[in-house]
């Protein structure tokens, strides 16, 4: 933020973990003192509205806004709305979502779809068909099931693909080290994504929205594998891009090595056009101004 020219302040704030309800013991200390913080922060800034980025992280701010009787602006990423996303929601301007089907679960809430905003450098392409690259990812901390699936089944993808462009993610590192190959192209971490897909042809990853909209932004077919963690919340994202004809999916409890490459060979050349072509149609590479457009449009209310 400060590279970037603007001011940054911080609250410090922790979330609320169900998974772990032990952890919570510092909650009742941390909320006030996150939101005594906020409110210093609103006040002394004086916005003329706040925009909430999803996650407990917003919280405190949101909550001073409110208090404040400053109008603010919610944007949940995932189909289905977080926890702070729906307790703050009855009092936002707008929340502005990412994949359609989001809107049916924020009832008597005004939705805007813009999509995610994303960096800079995710392009349009029409992707080779059959694709000729392979892009697997798990993300900045990879996947273990997606990572021994791509590695058991790693001899048949490099005789069916010119490159296997493989993002391991940290966890991975050893793995990518050990399986170098011919045609393998395996690393821990990537800084450049836009670089990657623009690479690709077909994307094998988790449904992380901010993977599905990269892929979407430059008109990739999917193959997802929506992890079972936060309450299985990326099934939702999934099925999102498996109704727009965009993605196919896989279960995380069925991904092997053999039904990976049986997925990929069950897209033929036809189904592969229609994907990308639906992938292109829910991409929104706008996204950041679409966003801005909402903030003006409470602004100038």
Known sequence: MPAAGFELQTVRVRGLDRDAPWKNIALPVLVP????????????????????????????PVAAARMRRIPYVLHEKDVRPGL???????NAAA?????????????????????????????????????????VTGGSQGARRLNEATW?????????????IHVAGQ??????????????????????????????????????????????????????????????????????????????????EELTGESLVRAIASLDASRVRAMAKASAATGRRDAAQRVLRVLHEVVRR
């Open 152 to 164: 058991a089944a790693l001899d048949e993808l490099c005789a069916r693909f010119e490159e296997v």
């Open 84 to 90: 702070a996303t729906r307790y703050f929601a009855a």
């Open 33 to 60: 003192l996150a939101l005594r913080s906020a409110l210093r922060i609103v006040d002394r800034f004086r916005p003329d509205v706040v925009l909430g980025m999803g996650g407990y992280v917003m919280a405190p």
């Open 171 to 252: 966890q991975g590192k050893d793995g990518v080290e050990r399986h170098a190959r011919e045609r393998y192209s395996g690393v821990a971490f990537a800084e450049d994504m836009p670089a990657l897909m623009a690479r690709a042809d077909l994307v094998v990853s988790r449904a992380g929205v901010s993977t599905i909209s990269e892929a979407a932004a430059v008109g990739l077919p999917m193959i997802l594998v929506p992890g079972t963690f936060g309450g299985g919340h990326q099934e939702e994202n999934a099925a999102a891009m498996v109704a727009a004809g965009a993605a196919l999916r896989i279960a995380d």
């Open 95 to 135: 929340v502005c979502t990412t994949l359609p089907g989001t809107e049916e679960r924020l009832r008597n809430v005004r939705t805007v779809l813009t999509g995610v905003p994303l960096r800079e450098g995710f392009e349009p392409r029409t992707p080779d068909i059959p694709p000729r690259r392979l892009l």
